[in-house]
């Protein structure tokens, strides 16, 4: 079994900051790309930014520019830096992990809880 803990969300006025951190953990050979996701109250869940092992980023067009996305593989972490935060970036921020548990090649995606980010104007 793979588990995914994020933890750094919070309150935070527009304009301000915060770090997300995503640890993986069990059975982990190898991981692959990497991701944070946010979903806001009656909306879908949107792909914020990813991360490959190699350490290639890519980011959606709403936080390009204010967010960053890091890699610590040998501690199998994911982070994300939130600067200059707006209140339209309130959600619940999950992590993802495409991980290879047997040695096969065969990657499967793990999901994190989630941890909430809330934005105040």
């Known amino acids: 079994q793979v588990q995914l803990v994020e933890s750094g969300g919070g309150l935070v006025q527009a304009g301000g900051s915060l770090r997300l951190s995503c640890v993986a953990s069990g059975n982990i050979i190898s991981i692959q790309t990497m991701a944070w996701s946010r979903q806001a109250p009656g909306k879908p869940r949107e792909l914020v930014a990813t991360?490959?092992?190699?350490?290639?980023?890519r980011y959606t067009d709403s936080v390009k520019g204010r967010f960053t996305i890091s890699r610590d593989n040998a501690k199998n972490t994911i982070y994300l830096q939130m600067d200059i935060l707006k209140p339209e970036d309130t959600a619940v921020y999950s992590c993802?992990?495409?991980?290879?548990?047997?040695?096969?090649?065969?990657?499967?995606?793990?999901w994190g809880q989630g941890t909430q980010v809330t934005v105040s104007s």
């Open positions: 991360i490959t092992s190699g350490g290639n980023t």
């Open positions: 993802d992990a495409e991980v290879d548990s047997n040695g096969d090649n065969n990657y499967l995606k793990y």
